[in-house]
């Protein structure tokens, strides 16, 4: 089974602070994402990869950057964390080829005092 | 550009009851089509998947029919269970290797 492990299931900032989130996948998977998850607002995709040091912005990019320096890790950037930005982060990664299925690890629920 | 609708939440049921969750898509191409579960506190398991008109996607007693005529994938099971409780999100993928995502829906069912 496809594991996506995300570093922290609850972490706890403040306002100001840079925040990094990590992101691990174990099948060699070419595609990841990020998304945060808000009440009544869905899934929004903040930033995609599908390859090394690749990244492409999403619905939501603004506050936000990501890293790929090797193919199983993908790393969400808070440059400067604001209250706006609590909320639950969901990890994905999927298979380039064909109409895959995404693969999500159990989410990082981040409060910014 | 593609987009997924589906019903609106919350959906509370008694166990035992019968389920529908609609979804209907927009899409450029042939997309595949996904039933995603979130249980409370996780992330987003795939539940099942179609992946061309007419396949039917099937488990843990939830079906789904990829309908190309009426652009349509609702999820459907025969008698649910407290623990189908949860958040069910209706999703497209195309070659390009994301997913639109409907907004879920939030399942209860009560004993």
């Known amino acids: 089974d496809v594991k996506v492990t995300q570093s922290s299931r609850y972490l706890v900032k403040r306002t100001g602070e840079k925040v990094f989130l990590e992101c691990v996948q174990d099948m060699d998977h070419e595609n990841m994402f990020w998304y945060r998850q808000d009440p009544g607002l869905g899934l929004r995709l903040i930033y995609f990869?599908?390859?090394?040091?690749?990244?492409e912005k999403g619905d939501i990019p603004e506050g936000y950057s990501v890293s790929r320096e090797k193919k199983e890790r993908f790393s969400l950037i808070l440059e400067s964390a604001s209250t706006n930005q609590t909320s639950m982060y969901l990890c994905?990664?999927?298979?380039?080829?064909?109409?895959?299925?995404?693969?999500f690890g159990d989410g990082t629920r981040l409060s910014i005092l | 550009g593609n987009s997924v609708t589906q019903m609106e939440g919350p959906v509370t049921l008694s166990e035992e009851a019968f389920l529908t969750i609609n979804c209907t898509y927009t899409a450029t191409g042939y997309p595949s089509l996904f039933w995603y579960v979130q249980y409370p506190g996780e992330g987003l398991q795939l539940l099942l998947k179609a992946t061309k008109a007419d396949d039917k996607g099937s488990n843990k007693g939830f079906e789904a029919t990829y309908r190309k005529e009426t652009t349509s994938f609702h999820l459907e099971k025969g008698s649910v269970q407290v623990s189908d409780s949860a958040v069910y999100f209706c999703?497209?993928?195309?070659?390009?290797?994301?997913?639109?995502f409907g907004d879920g829906t939030t399942l209860t069912v009560k004993p």
């Open positions: 990869s599908y390859d090394v040091k690749m990244k």
């Open positions: 999703a497209l993928s195309t070659n390009a290797g994301k997913s639109t």
């Open positions: 994905a990664s999927s298979l380039l080829a064909g109409n895959q299925p995404q693969h």
